[in-house]
């Protein structure tokens, strides 16, 4: 219900934040009830809601730490704890990816309901991933000042490294979903794709272990190795990140970039093709 | 100054079924440049609708009158023509598109609301309006899975007319859970257009849209078949479609026309009741 004069054309672009001439406060109280609604539905259905969130990458660790603890626990110091912090955001991009693909082919019907700015729909699951790996951190923090880790040398670049993800997340959420739409394959795809770009983002080796041309590829090509790395060193040591941010920092913006563009020239099909 | 004008209105759909099934072929035809085939859904419509006026829109299955009122409503984007809307628009399109069966009655209205448009605080003030219109006050906490579906149809349709609409654009929708609350449905809108809102109404129930429109419009293949008086508009219906008036008055031409598939494809008639 928008109270103004609307005219659409053939050559109608989108204005603002989105095309349906929705108020700026409108806009923010439907991301808000759209991420609201979807954490009461993720969680509010478990016995111990939000302790997924958490249990999830902690069962993850142990498995991995008990495959692999033999092999890079006597190279990397806190292997365990490396492995979590690593996981951690590994978990909100998993999420994100693996979610938003269907999130508008599932909702065809909204869609052809009313007029609404649609990418808000793949721009809930972001911040749904991200409030849920912000309440995950913090917990885990707890954990580690518990045992007398170094926590609070470098904890802005947490911060840093989790807007960084943001950023990343929000292009590959609106690349992604979009796509999906004109193309099934995508989603199907995906879930291969999460799978081997895990191993292409240091969370369960050390980096000492790549030649030097294979680190460079890890570090400075992978938007997630940057932030996990960050994640790693800021909790774990309390260091520091390396360039490896900068150059994630550069790709999410170009991610976020394109993910916006392409969403933005697809968007007017959205409702008649999904 | 209108309220809405519609200026050679096009729509169209791509089919997917005409793709070229294998890949081969999928690829000669990139190459040729061919592989989109549109399916031509409305074909220069225009019209224009005054402030406080009530429109019909009839026609046969595939006629194009969802298309158009998804048109009026912003979701598509003409491919050809112009579409302008003024005043706070309500689409009651389709009415349970969004809710969630996990979430609360009282969630899927916050929901629902801000789908269209209107901000938190806007619903938050009128949800026991809602609630009281949807004749569902007390089960605010229900899961929407404990709901039958003309539970959930009643409270979307609440929801779309609890805000004042000025444009009000209905699909089909008051055929609304059962004949009680069709009454009242018939009588908010109603209502609302005696308050000034304008009105566009597509529907199969030729008896409602005699007795409420101002003014019809057929549409035929994607195109305007007849526009004017309520009688005169479903008599040329009637006539395009080879149906006795008095029949197609008496009971929904759906019903009828699913009656005589079904009778040809059994072979044997069936009593017939009018509704």
Not at chain 1, 107 to 135: G, H, R, W, Y
Not at chain 2, 97 to 104: E, M, N, Q, Y
Not at chain 2, 187 to 199: E, I, Q, S
């Amino acid at each position: 219900m928008i109270a103004e004069e609307r005219s659409f054309t053939p050559q109608t672009k989108p204005r603002g934040f989105s095309w349906t001439g929705f108020s700026v406060r409108a806009y923010w109280d439907l991301l808000r009830a759209l991420v609201a609604a979807q954490i009461k539905i993720r969680y509010g259905y478990t016995a111990i809601g939000l302790g997924w969130a958490l249990l999830n990458p902690t069962l993850q660790m142990m498995v991995y730490a008990f495959i692999f603890g033999a092999m890079f626990a006597p190279e990397q110091a806190h292997f365990r704890m490396y492995l979590l912090a690593g996981l951690l955001p590994w978990q909100a991009f998993a999420f994100t990816v693996n979610g938003c693909a269907s999130s508008l082919v599932n909702q065809s019907d909204l869609l052809k309901k009313a007029p609404f700015p649609s990418e808000l729909l793949p721009i809930s699951f972001v911040l749904n991933a991200m409030i849920t790996l912000v309440i995950v951190t913090v917990c885990f923090i707890g954990v580690l000042i518990v045992r007398d880790f170094p926590v609070f040398d470098a904890i802005g670049w947490v911060l840093v490294a989790m807007v960084v993800e943001a950023v990343f997340l929000s292009g590959m959420a609106l690349l992604v979903s979009c796509m999906t739409v004109f193309y099934r394959d995508i989603e199907q795809l995906l879930s291969f794709v999460v799978w081997l770009w895990f191993f292409v983002t240091p969370i369960l080796y050390p980096l000492a272990r790549l030649n030097p041309l294979e680190r460079n590829v890890v570090l400075y090509a992978n938007p997630m190795s940057g932030v996990v790395t960050t994640m790693q060193r800021a909790l774990v040591e309390g260091l520091g990140p390396t360039a490896s941010l900068t150059a994630s920092a550069c790709l999410a913006t170009l991610t976020f970039a394109v993910g916006w563009f392409v969403f933005r020239r697809l968007q007017y099909e959205l409702p008649k093709v999904a | 100054m209108s309220a809405m004008i519609v200026e050679d209105l096009w729509q169209s759909y791509r089919d997917k079924q005409a793709r070229p099934p294998t890949l081969k072929l999928t690829l000669a035809d990139a190459r040729r440049r061919r592989r989109r085939t549109d399916r031509w859904a409305l074909r220069g419509v225009s019209f224009t609708v005054e402030p406080g006026e009530m429109l019909s829109v009839i026609g046969h299955n595939g006629s194009g009158k969802s298309t158009l009122l998804r048109s009026l409503a912003g979701i598509y984007r003409p491919v050809r023509g112009k579409v302008t809307v003024r005043g706070r628009t309500a689409s009651l399109i389709d009415l349970t598109a969004g809710f969630h069966r996990l979430l609360t009655a009282r969630q899927n209205v916050i929901l629902g609301g801000a789908i269209y448009g209107l901000p938190r605080t806007e619903v938050l003030e009128r949800l026991d309006a809602v609630f009281e219109f949807a004749g569902l006050k007390g089960e605010e906490e229900t899961h929407l899975r404990a709901f039958s579906t003309g539970m959930a149809m009643r409270l979307g349709f609440s929801i779309a007319v609890a805000f004042d609409p000025d444009v009000l654009l209905v699909d089909e929708v008051l055929a609304v859970g059962d004949e009680a609350f069709k009454l009242k449905c018939l009588d908010k809108v109603r209502d609302l257009r005696n308050d000034g809102a304008t009105v566009v109404f597509v529907s199969h129930e030729l008896a409602i849209v005699r007795s409420l429109s101002d003014r019809v419009i057929v549409l035929d293949e994607g195109q305007i078949l007849y526009e004017g008086e309520p009688d005169a508009a479903i008599e040329a219906y009637c006539a395009h479609l080879g149906v006795d008036v008095e029949t197609a008055l008496s009971r929904p031409l759906v019903q009828q026309q699913h009656l005589d598939a079904l009778d040809s494809r059994w072979g044997k008639r069936r009593s017939r009741r009018s509704v």
